[in-house]
Nanobody, 122 residues
Framework: QVQVVESGGGLVQAGGSLRLSCTAS????????MGWFRQAPGKEREGVSC????????YYADSVKGRFTISRDNAKNTLYLQMNSLKPEDTAMYYC???????????????WGQGTQVTVSS
């Protein structure tokens, strides 16, 4: 049974920081590309950041470059997203995704987490 579970969301003031975590079980973690997507009300789901199987290659959306850092600990089956200098426009539901094949494309996602809410106040 595969389980993908996010945690770490919450309410923070603009300029603050949060660290999201995603723990996967029931799969061989280092066989999967991992990523974070987000969706705000009334807006399209967008890719935020992705990371290769070994963690050596990363992608960031232009809107978060320089502020967010993605990482993974394969020994712990865990993905992280460190979010600094948060802005109100970062407010969204954040989803962890795992893809055996493909990279940074939601059409290739095999498993989704349930989401964790991030709210940034002005």
């Amino acid at each position: 049974q595969v389980q993908v579970v996010e945690s770490g969301g919450g309410l923070v003031q603009a300029g603050g920081s949060l660290r999201l975590s995603c723990t996967a079980s029931g799969l061989t973690f280092d066989d999967y590309f991992m990523g974070w997507f987000r969706q705000a009300p009334g807006k399209e789901r967008e890719g935020v950041s992705c990371i290769s199987r070994g963690g050596s290659r990363t992608y960031y959306a232009d809107s978060v470059k320089g502020r967010f850092t993605i990482s993974r600990d394969n020994a712990k089956n865990t993905l992280y997203l460190q979010m600094n200098s948060l802005k109100p426009e970062d407010t969204a539901m954040y989803y962890c995704a795992a893809a055996r094949y493909g990279y940074c494309s939601d059409k290739s996602v095999d498993y989704w987490g349930q989401g964790t809410q991030v709210t940034v106040s002005s």
